[in-house]
């Protein structure tokens, strides 16, 4: 039973434009929703985070949306950059603060 | 950000014979650290959470007498696969929780680089 999912595994963008990475989740214990990037061989790097009691945080380029009541939450990048190139990882985390993450997304973004 | 290392980066084993992997916080306490499993193109799959001390709390299937954890200090924590075999063979991650870490930070786990495993 996946309590997080992404449900898509890749995703191409021209440098310059929009990447929007999308996740969703079952478990409305969730109280806080992070994004991580990875490249391979390499463990995940923390990129923004959002509480649950909020339905957007800006950081630079990163801006995370979540909307509660569809369960949903989004990543976009604007704008894209080839270096964005990686797996994109979602993570929610509850009062035990255990992590649990989505399946990844591929995110290219072509010069 | 904190600095989580991870030993060794890439190991290659016999089957049946066992590895361990050490994880350590360099730069802050970690009262709590997780080890997390990867196999290619999939998720990280949470194994077991390790608090400084006490005995590890193991997730649903993952067999504690297979994956031997130990945190015997506030800096260190490690994995031993034990008579490993070739499905054992995966990417291996750790994680540490700063202690004192407010969790409105949301930006609490710090992930080490993992470890690659391979069981021929």
């Known amino acids: 039973d996946q309590q997080v999912k992404q449900n898509s595994p890749s995703l191409s963008v021209q440098e310059g434009r929009i990447s929007i990475l999308n996740c969703d989740y079952t478990?409305?214990?969730?109280?806080?929703f992070l994004w991580y990037k990875k490249y391979p061989a390499e463990g995940p790097t923390f990129l923004i985070s959002i509480s649950s009691i909020k339905d957007k945080n800006e950081d630079g380029r990163f801006t995370v949306f979540l909307n509660k009541s569809a369960k949903h939450l989004s990543l976009h990048i604007v704008p894209s950059q080839p270096g964005d190139s990686a797996v994109y990882f979602c993570?929610?985390?509850?009062?035990?603060?255990?992590?649990?993450f989505g399946s990844g997304t591929q995110l290219t973004v072509l010069p | 950000g904190a600095v989580v290392s991870q030993h060794p980066s890439w190991v290659i084993c016999k089957s049946g014979t066992s590895v361990k992997i050490e994880c350590r916080s360099l730069?802050?306490?970690?009262?709590?650290m997780f080890w997390y499993r990867q196999f290619p193109k999939q998720s990280l799959m949470l194994m077991a959470t390790?608090?400084?001390?006490?005995?590890?709390?193991?997730e649903q299937g993952v067999e504690k007498d297979k994956f031997l954890i130990n945190h015997a200090s506030l800096t260190l924590s490690t994995l031993t696969v034990t008579s490993a075999h070739p499905e054992d063979s995966s990417f291996y991650i750790c994680?540490?929780?700063?202690?004192?870490?407010?969790?409105?930070?949301?930006?609490?786990?710090?992930f080490g680089p993992g470890t690659r495993l391979t069981v021929l």
């Open positions: 478990n409305s214990m969730f109280d806080y």
């Open positions: 993570a929610a985390g509850g009062s035990a603060r255990q992590l649990t």
């Open positions: 390790s608090n400084e001390g006490s005995k590890a709390t193991y």
């Open positions: 994680s540490a929780i700063s202690r004192g870490g407010a969790k409105s930070s949301y930006n609490e786990q710090f």
């Open positions: 730069d802050f306490q970690a009262t709590t």
